[in-house]
């Protein structure tokens, strides 16, 4: 196909004149039946790089994404654009409902699943009658165990790939290390997967981090940013209880429009918060981690962590929500000596400890079958996490399949090998989370450092670059008028908006 | 709104049930127990108005209502109202005038409310040329009514109407009730606010946040089906459930057997229910069936002249109107007028504590 029509088709398709950096590559590669590899950062337009494929190419296109919300949004945003033929298939479907899709899927150009229920044998069933011609993971980090969000059920994404005749596979992360993507081939058992890496820095976003004595003086150094000038912001914090107490602090002593988001919420008002923000009715978000992966608004200026995450990868994702339209953005990071213990509390809750493991075995010493994953929690008091660590290690180790315990014998050298796993597991977001705050305390350019563990060098920033190069927050340039502040006198008057019934402001 | 209810209930429930027993009530427990005690205790009107509330909130609002001194927690951990409690509850609207009626309609409310939510995003959205807006109703049968709605309707025509509709019945209930219906409303540019955010604006419980909102949605109701000539775009959203759909499936059989003829003592034996259960069938029906003839269980005249004593006693306790009338009528027939008289009242809509005692 010519580069003429590749770019006709963009237009056709997407109403988009050019393409943007690396997706014209990644997708000549694809369409020639290439294994893939693309890195590239967080807002980059990766989606484009499987969906243009998919209208143009003959068969049946399967994305496996991590998030359900992530899956629906980009249907959503597709049917707009004309392109009828994609849909999104996950557990939490109505029986009914998944039911009619599975029967029709022969219909569509485009299918999103989760890995969840690729599990499920109906489905798989259906997919292998289909002609799969381009398989993609997006979030391909979740594949590797060094990824920052490892997900055991994309580990079985290759036999799947198998299992549908071993179409070309396209994986896509903006937030891989170089052992990460070394380790997606291995697991993907596609060694010559082309790579396409670039850089993954963002030039228009500048980088602070402040330390402070008495965590008191976080919600004053955030007041004083804000009142400043209002712009979309999102405040990210590790606790529901917390975004939610500052949101009130925020709303009731700042003129701006302050809410909060976590996955504690009715669906309807995470939704309502979600469009908000989108419309530019709301100047500031302060969520958890729950708010972040999908949202895709153009022109988030600031990012500030109230509390930083455990490594490096979470943060970039996180600050990849900011300055989407490539105009100037910034993050801040205020931490406290407080603030040092939070992420280690977290690993401990999503790791088993050794007292875990030995109770496990105990009862594996007195049973054939494993429950269901629900009453394995409830017997043997581990969270979600823990549990999926051990099931994962003892499926690989051959103790259970399905769910029979197999081997009751050579306990002692099972043991001890799930014990080395677990702590080659805790060294390892040890020493994620020691990155993260090596960044944190480290004197000098931290555009440089951030990005070092991905790539040896970062492109010139196009606004300030950081506190070291001497960047600061308040001094980032937010264009005026970005934001409309539309206020109702009354509610006869918002009814009236509502209904369009006011002259309109053109 | 939400303490008053607690207070209702506690009073009605005279110490005799749990704090569990009204959660279940107020959160809509379709069990028999929860049932029966809605129509014993005469609390119905309460049943299920606050469908996503938890059993720690309800505790948590006892014990701040116990620190008021407005109830106590007798030795079987029951509460029990005080004089305070009272005095609160007789002059919460509670008592006085609202349009909950759970029992009856929550099911109709809960599609109303949701047709009428996507139905405004629907088509202000798409008549500014939006066509990707994230529906704020995910429900499928909800979804699929809308569409249906919007390919056979002017959407132009729609928009106006039901404007002037909500804007001519918002501007007759109370202030705030209406402040906080229209800020929680999705459509235009304008998206709708979070029950917190709406909280924290009017330093209100989110509890209460809720309530005022869904008592909203059972006012617009009523008053649509009461005047579905006046009201035609809310109408609409009132498709398929008006007429005998509102009541309950045993009191459509009772009305069944009445219009064949069949005599109150003759249903009672027939469906072997209580004299009392089927008296309150043939209440809903005279409040919701639109021909429904009550002159057989008291003459239009006796009709006319309890119409009159109502004005004048100018109260919605049935006592005080059953003492001005020297108890000639039974609470029944009182019950009957007064629920026939509501029926294609725009205003009133609902019939409200109907035996306060
Ligand atoms: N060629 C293009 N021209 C203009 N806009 C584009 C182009 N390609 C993609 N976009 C837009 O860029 C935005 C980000 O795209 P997308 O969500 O695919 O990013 P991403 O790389 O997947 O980000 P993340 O890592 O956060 O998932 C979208 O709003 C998309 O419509
Ligand atoms: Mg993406
Ligand atoms: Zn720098």
Redesign the interface.
Known sequence: MSREQLHEDLKRYFGYSEFRQGQQEIIEDVLEAKDVLGILPTGSGKSLCFQLPALLQSGVTVVVSPLISLMVDQV??LK?KGVKSVTALNSFM?VK?RAAVLNSLPNYRLIYLSPEILQNSRVAAKLKELHVNLFVIDEAHCISQWGHEFRTDYLKLNEMIKELGDPPVLALSATATPEVQQDIKIQLNRPHMVPHIYKMDKPNMSFEVEYLEDPGEKIERIKTILSNQPAPTMIYFSSRSAA?KVA?EL??TMDQRV??YHGG?????R??????FM?D?LDVVCCTSAFGMGVDKPNIRRIIHYHFPGQIESFIQEIGRAGRDGKPCASLVLHTHRDHYLPQLLIEKELPKNEDAARVFHWFDRNERLLSDEEMLETLQLSDSQWNFIKFHLGKSGVITRNNIEIKENWKVIQAELLNRLQERWNYKNSKYKQMINWLFYDGCRRKMLYSPFQSEVRSPQAGCCDYCGSFMKDLHIPQKEVSR?Q?S???A????????EPSDG | MFEAILLKCIQSLRGERSISGIFHLIQGKRSSQTLQDAKIYNIDLFFATAP?IKKEQVEEAVVRMAAKGWVYINEEKIPVIREEGHQVLNNSTIETRHYLNGMTLHKHVNVFEKRLRLL?QTI?RT??KD????P???D?ETQRWVKYIYRNCSAEEM??N??NE??TL?LAID?LE??L???R?????????????LA?RYDLSKEDVDLYVRHTFYYLLQSTLNAPQSYKALFMCAEGLEGSNLITASAKQTHHLLTGGYTLEQICNRRRLKISTIQDHIVEAALVVPDFDISTFVSADHQAEIAQALNLVNSNKLRELYEAMEKRFDYFQLRLVKARLNYGDKEVGSYVSRTTS
Not at chain 1, 265 to 269: A, L
Not at chain 1, 494 to 501: D, E, K, P, S, T
């Open positions: 959503r945003q707009v109505e409902e939610e009130e709303w009731l809410a909060f919420m009715e669906n309807i008002d939704l309502l918060v979600q469009q908000q419309n009715e539309a109702y009354s509610w006869e918002r009814l009236r908006a509502i209904f369009l019934q | 996503s405004i202000t008549n500014l066509f990707s807006f994230i704020i109703e995910d499928i928009i106006t039901l404007h909500l804007y918002l202030k209406a402040e219906f229209t800020a409303i999705t459509g235009g540019r304008v998206t709708g606010r979070t029950k917190a955010q924290s």
